[in-house]
């Protein structure tokens, strides 16, 4: 069965302080792996499609890696507006949507 | 307007009524989304048009009947709802069906409490 598990479910860190996170993925055949950003009392913004194993994308101080299990967001020197949950979801062959349960950040100034 | 757009944005209805959620895309894009969004719960699909063709009805309940009379409209009529429906629902839209890698893009969704 596809589906997507994010961790960790909360993450809170210091502003400046880099960390990355997690969301592992079984999928039948992987069409796309997708990052979301998702503020409170709003739909979620997408950030990226990944598409194959070693691929990166970056935005602003986001990067998101994609191995053939696993994708990591890493955040580095975060600012406080960079707090909200943080979905992950993967497009199956089936052009099926999984998503996460989210990992909520919150950064302190 | 740009994006995704639903209203209305809060809704509290008792379990008798009847009422409508609204979503409008201004994407140009083939397929749109009905999702429910529940506390600590993954992004559960509702309903899929493509093209204005429903393609997917995902085991949802009856009280719940989209309508989507064009590619960049799409509604969610509600009745006798159970309070266990209360969620953010969420419209999103897609380019088409099926593109590879092609992203959701949702609207801010519709809060809605059932008393």
């Known amino acids: 069965e596809d589906q997507v598990t994010q961790s960790p479910e909360a993450l809170r860190l210091q502003e400046g302080e880099s960390s990355s996170l997690n969301c592992s993925y079984t999928v039948s055949g992987l069409r796309g792996l997708f990052w979301y950003r998702q503020d409170p009392g709003k739909g979620p913004e997408f950030l990226f499609t990944l598409y194959s194993a070693g691929e990166e994308k970056e935005k602003e101080r986001l990067k998101a890696t994609l191995t053939k299990k696993e994708s990591f967001l890493h955040i580095t020197a975060p600012k406080p507006e960079d707090s909200a949950t943080y979905l992950c979801a993967v497009q199956n062959t089936g052009n099926q949507f999984y998503f996460g349960t989210g990992t909520s950040l919150t950064v302190i100034p | 307007e740009t994006g995704v757009t639903q209203t209305p944005r809060h809704l509290v209805m008792g379990m008798t009524n009847k009422k409508s959620l609204k979503c409008e895309q201004h994407l140009g894009h083939n397929a749109m989304y009905w999702y429910k969004q529940s506390a600590k719960k993954p992004l559960e699909l509702m309903f899929v048009?493509?093209?204005?063709?429903?393609?997917e009805n995902n085991s949802v309940p009856s009280r719940f009947s989209p309508e989507c009379p064009n590619s960049s409209h799409l509604f969610l009529h509600l009745h006798t709802l159970q309070p266990e429906d209360s969620a953010l629902y969420l419209c999103?839209?897609?380019?088409?069906?099926?593109?590879?890698?092609?992203?959701?893009?949702f609207g801010n969704g519709t809060r809605l409490t059932v008393t």
């Open positions: 048009y493509s093209l204005e063709e429903r393609v």
């Open positions: 999103a839209s897609s380019q088409d069906l099926g593109r590879v890698g092609s992203p959701l893009h």
